[in-house]
DNA sequence: CCATAACTGCGATCGACGTTCGCAGTTTCT
DNA sequence: AGAAACTGCGAACGTCGATCGCAGTTATGG
């Protein structure tokens, strides 16, 4: 079982679904496509959040059976990809660069800051190491090239920028936070940390929970900061 | 449906695992504890991944039938609760705080990511709004007062906190990429990346995946600078 | 021009999952 | 002693991702 040697024909070895062709040559034309997929797919995690994205709700939604979409599209890790990759693309990347690294990132921080509020299902989708489509390599592109002249080897650079990605995610799950009701579950967990920390251990706990004035804009000030620190100075 | 109001029986409001006893007064002895299921996941999740803590699995471990799990937990949910924070508690709060909060900061950073490297799946746990059990609260409790001087309002401290882990969780995940075998997914995401890279477009891609030079002891450096860019100096 | 190969949609089905129900047996409280 | 609160757990429900195989469709090669 497992992978097979040269001989018999190659068991499907794993390619993403940017490498593999939309459709072949031969057979009759497809009723749908990868784009209206993934239109439908993003639609569906909008309004119901990532767990309304499964194989047979998409499938439902567009009139057929869940074996259907296998057609267009290997599993479903590949219609996150898919989503993923289409909200990218909304980020804007024709905002020309300043060349000062610093706020060039920070300002590419909050436009995709945005998306992930416009799309709060974006911080569910498990992080899978490289998941990156034609619209993410545009904006690796850019974050890049806004770091362009400064003096750091390759790797820490990409390094900054999947950090960035965190932090941009880490806001966005707070601001989301504030505005949803809250689902039972968090109301049960805010309960308990109350009813804990009134019993008197945890004294920084209760100290920080009580001075916990309103601080609206602080995200691009934090980000910028943080860039600062671990961006050096163009020379 | 839903909520009721006072009257009938409540029907079952959620509750925290930490917040409902783990046993009744009445009935005989239980075979087992949370403790111990906490356990069986945890090593299950050590060996095989996160998607292997599933109630079936857990439950034929313990030789026993999944519906009898819901004795000691209300659901999986409650299961991750259980692990996130029994693993929490392997990180060491005896440690004495200097009084600089950057170094104390960063230290227990450190620490925190060797837990995530000891046990990889914590990153992978869906990071619901406060999922904080008791060693979690000793654990924010430690970093706050690390904290204790620095002339800050209490909510930007947790978010200070949070940021942290978010670090960590990042770093955690980019060691471990390097450590394990390729899934055959990322390396077909791994072959996309070349190939499209090789097409031209994307210089600055091109460039940093060309002069990465493997720079090993970044995390410590680089925790300190963004917590230096974060932590006003105590007064 | 037709046989063949490559494709299409998709019903049926598989195995695994989380969770609920109901029942028989056990222990404690009043 | 009786009621009440618990225990373990077999059976079942609904949902999920995914595969198989078949009938129909289209392009290609000889």
């Not at 439908?40 to 939604?61: F, W, Y």
């Not at 509020?117 to 911080?123: A, F, V």
């Amino acid at each position: 079982m497992g992978t097979e040697e040269a001989g018999g024909p190659v068991a499907q070895e794993p390619v993403t679904v940017w490498a593999r062709p939309e459709r072949g040559a031969r057979g009759p034309a497809a009723v749908h496509s990868r784009a209206e997929l993934t239109t439908v797919a993003v639609q569906l995690a909008d309004e119901s959040g990532l767990s309304a994205v499964s194989m047979r709700h998409v499938a439902r939604v567009l009139g057929t059976g869940p074996a259907s979409l296998y057609r267009y599209v290997s599993g479903r890790d590949d219609l996150l990809d898919l989503m993923a990759d289409a909200v990218t693309g909304e980020i804007d990347l024709d905002v020309p660069l300043s060349g000062d690294p610093v706020p060039d990132l920070a300002a590419l921080a909050v436009r995709t800051k945005a998306v992930h509020l416009r799309h709060p299902w974006l911080s569910d989708i498990p992080p899978e190491p490289l998941r990156l489509g034609p619209r993410g390599l545009n904006y690796l592109e850019y974050a890049l090239r806004a770091m362009a002249g400064v003096p750091l080897p390759g790797g820490t650079k990409m390094e900054i920028v999947a950090l960035m990605n965190a932090l941009v995610t880490q806001f966005a799950r707070a601001e989301l936070r504030g505005g949803g009701a809250d689902t039972g579950r968090q109301a049960a967990q805010a309960a308990y940390l109350n009813e804990t920390v009134a019993r008197g251990d945890h004294p920084h706990v209760a100290a920080a929970l009580a001075d916990r004035t309103e601080t609206e804009p602080v995200f691009d000030r934090t980000m910028r900061r943080v860039l600062t620190g671990l961006v050096p100075p163009t020379q």
